[in-house]
């Protein structure tokens, strides 16, 4: 009873003690982790100033938030009570074992730097890497985020990305495509594949130079097959695919050549009935 007596009266002495230093220590846990965001948005602005790119500016402003915010939760810690330096000395003879932990997250900082200095993609290209596509939108430090055509949100680790191939469809200022017109036997092979030239002439998508191929691919089981293969602005590719599919279409049915479909012939063959 004596010893929860005296305990009971230091009670008012340890609140006013620890009380104020785990309010203080929340008040700079709560200010050092704005400030961290402050940080991000202002290193992001200065580097975006500076005409830096987009992929890069991203990358070292999340890099600036992680540093920032790992200095709060240190003084965060002293605050509280808790020796820093002797809590960075046991963290030091630990770095092996946290290492070999954490060599997955290791891994993927270090494909991020490697993104960032080798930049085989940006933020705004449309890549195909990790076993998904989508419009690079941002590059963090251990993951890169994508955006799917239908606007779904895809979060892929950098180790992914780097480890396998990255198809970049927005690297390079044109692209082909590459279309397969099959059409009837029947049909008049010359005036066809002037009919497809000269859609592709007159259509205001498709660049001259390159210069377009017109060809015939092949003669397969139920149709002839033209490669029609224009080239087009990056940005164009896929209204200038629909277009010219709609366009080919309407040609050919004015024009009275036919697109075949595939048929199956089935025989029944009677067999003898026995009384």
């Known amino acids: 009873m004596n010893n929860i007596e005296e305990l009971m009266k230091q009670v008012p002495e340890l609140v006013a003690v620890y009380g104020i ?10 200010v050092g982790k704005y400030f961290s965001g402050v ?4 290193t992001e602005r200065l580097l975006d100033n500076r005409k830096v790119d987009k992929t890069v500016s991203s990358f070292v402003a999340n890099l600036v938030w992680a540093v920032v915010f790992t200095f709060t939760v240190i003084a965060t810690l002293g605050q509280v ?7 960075v000395a046991v ?7 946290v290492g070999l932990a954490l060599q997955g997250s290791l891994s993927n900082f270090a494909a991020g730097v490697l993104l960032v200095m080798f930049r085989p993609c940006r933020v ?23 955006k799917s055509p239908d606007n779904k949100v895809i979060t892929v680790p950098n180790s992914a990305i780097m480890n396998g191939s990255i198809v970049n469809y927005s690297a390079m200022e044109n692209r082909r495509l590459d279309l397969t017109i099959g059409v009837s036997y029947d049909a008049d092979i010359r005036k066809t ?3 497809l030239s000269d859609i ?13 191929t017109v060809g015939l691919a092949a003669l397969a089981d139920s149709s002839v097959n033209f490669a029609v293969r224009p080239w087009v602005k990056v940005g164009d590719y896929w209204p200038a695919h629909f277009e010219l599919m709609e366009q080919i279409k309407l040609a050919l049915d004015e024009n009275g050549i036919g697109i075949p479909y595939p048929q199956m012939d089935v025989h029944i063959k009677e067999m003898p009935v026995k009384e």
């Open 124 to 146: 705004g290209d449309y890549i195909e890497a990790g076993g998904v596509a989508g419009t690079v939108d941002e590059i963090t430090i251990f993951a890169t985020r994508l």
């Open 91 to 97: 963290l030091g003879a630990a770095g092996l074992a």
């Open 39 to 42: 940080a991000k948005k202002v």
């Open 81 to 87: 009570g808790i020796q820093t330096a002797s809590l």
């Open 193 to 195: 594949k002037q009919l």
């Open 21 to 30: 230093k785990i309010l203080l220590a929340l008040v700079i846990f709560f």
């Open 200 to 212: 592709l002439e007159n259509n205001d998508k498709v660049l001259k130079d390159p210069a377009y």
